[in-house]
């Protein structure tokens, strides 16, 4: 192999049952969608059931189909929101749908459809769902038309911040929230992303749970101490030289490498999801040595400079490790974002379960 993406099998399952705990025993919605953040969602789902999770949030209904189709037997969610013909068919198969306005519910009473549905309300996102004026009038209306109200949610916007102002932000949605659920019995009532369970596990509301980065080990872009690293980006040393002059690395000359320094190209690039962001600031590890990413990362390659106790003993082939929790942890790059980074793993770079 030479660009692959180890996932740590038994740290995800402990980072669940940490969250679990953490949760205070609610059930945990285990949020697989994009691919579980590019990891692989039947297998990521197959693990998350080995400890129990049956219920998972994809991002639209050809997510949650995969897993049906892969033999994945559990209940799904679609959390975000649907067109009228996916409705018909989250319908068909049994699966949970978020909805977000009365022309939704209409549909569904107009044609004799009874999904399992989710009302999302907007708390302070300022995405998808129902203003938390129309609570009142929404759930009246599901309950004279005997619609299946299996759940109500809404989605914390900010609670990976660590300001005085985020919490406070944080604090008045779940308070809204809270006014909303205060007399309602159903069987689900959720509030709480993976930073409102690591940040806010004081304050959840409810009784499920939605777990996602944090199952990863990360609340915002940043490790959560108690939880455990799943995955690690590894490719291998594919080339080596030692430059006798000053020299311009890479596309648009952007880095010097000095005379006598030695380099490494490593086979990933941003076609694998290394973002050419981490060029300002990035690093890899060549046996447990920092070498630092320089000059523009290429679509396929990558070029490190090689410290020089490194260099008498650096091999072809030696092992890489591209990134980690504990590696992004360390990063400040302003433009870094765990998800979207997760998401852009690449097609070339092998999912392994380890
Ligand atoms: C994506 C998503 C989540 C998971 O978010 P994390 O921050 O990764 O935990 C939870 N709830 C909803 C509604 C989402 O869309």
Same mark, same amino acid.
């Given at each position: ?144 038309? $005997? =619609?299946?109200? *299996? /759940? #109500? ?9 660590? &300001?005085?102002?985020? +919490? !406070? ?37 409810? $009784? =499920?749970?939605? *777990? /996602? #980065? ?9 490790? &959560?101490?108690?939880? +455990? !690293? ?42 694998? /999801? ?81």
């Amino acid at each position: 192999m030479r660009t692959w993406v180890e996932i740590d099998k038994e740290n995800l399952k402990y980072n669940i049952l940490k969250l679990k705990e953490l949760a205070n025993n609610r059930e945990v919605l285990g949020v697989v969608k994009a691919n579980a953040y590019g990891l692989g969602s039947v297998e990521i789902a197959k693990i998350l059931q080995e400890v129990g999770v049956n219920f998972f949030g994809l991002a639209n209904l050809e997510e949650a189909i995969e897993l049906q189709e892969a033999g994945i037997n559990a209940n799904f969610l679609i959390l975000g929101a649907s067109f009228e013909d996916e409705l018909v068919e989250a319908t068909k198969r049994g699966i949970h749908t978020a909805i977000s306005s009365m022309q939704q519910l209409r549909f569904l009473v107009e044609n004799n459809l009874n999904p399992n549905i989710h009302l999302k309300f907007d708390t302070g996102m300022t995405r998808l769902g129902f203003e938390v004026d129309e609570a009142e009038e929404v759930i009246n209306f599901c309950k004279t038309n $005997n =619609l299946n109200l *299996a /759940g #109500i949610f809404t989605h914390l916007s900010d609670s990976d911040g660590n &300001t005085i102002d985020t +919490k !406070n932000f944080t604090l008045e949605q779940i308070e809204k929230f809270k006014n909303i659920v205060k007399d309602l019995d159903l069987k689900y009532i959720h509030i709480s992303n993976s930073a409102g369970i690591t940040n806010f596990h004081e304050n959840i509301l409810g $009784n =499920l749970v939605r *777990a /996602g #980065i944090a199952m990863y080990s990360f609340t915002g872009n940043k490790k &959560t101490p108690y939880l +455990k !690293n799943v995955f690690t980006i590894k490719s291998k040393v594919l080339f080596t030289k030692k430059v006798n002059k000053d020299s311009f690395v890479s596309y648009g000359r952007h880095y010097t490498l000095p005379a006598d320094s030695t380099y490494a190209v490593i086979p990933i690039g941003y076609a694998d /999801g290394l973002k050419k962001y981490l060029t300002k600031g990035g690093y890899v590890l060549i046996n447990n040595h920092r070498c630092e990413i320089i000059g523009n990362i290429c679509m396929d390659m990558t070029m490190v400079r090689i410290p020089k106790e490194l260099e008498k003993t650096i091999k072809i082939s030696d092992e890489v490790t591209v990134i980690n929790a504990d590696i992004i942890d360390n990063l400040n790059i302003p433009e870094l974002c765990v998800w979207e980074f997760m998401t852009g793993i690449g097609r070339r770079v092998k999912r392994i379960i380890v």
